[in-house]
């Protein structure tokens, strides 16, 4: 299943714990990322949810690369 994540909700402090889940399910490989609708990276990098887990920016960037 393709994911995408608006930065509306990466900002949003109360679905952290959602957004967390999704994303084991992405590194497991159970859903890929789909980047193609961010706008601006540097925005979503910052956003609360990838402050609070710096770790999920690599699996952003590697989904970047392969949306590419």
Do not use: Y
Request: glycine content about 4%.
């Amino acid at each position: 299943m393709r994911i995408e994540i608006d930065i509306g909700v990466a900002k949003d402090p109360e679905s952290i714990d959602w957004l967390d889940r999704i994303m084991h399910k992405i590194q497991d490989g159970w859903h890929v990322w789909d980047t193609r609708s961010i706008q601006d990276f540097t925005a979503f990098k910052n956003s609360t949810w990838l402050r609070r887990n710096r770790g999920f920016i690599e699996v952003l960037d590697a989904s970047m690369r392969s949306d590419a």
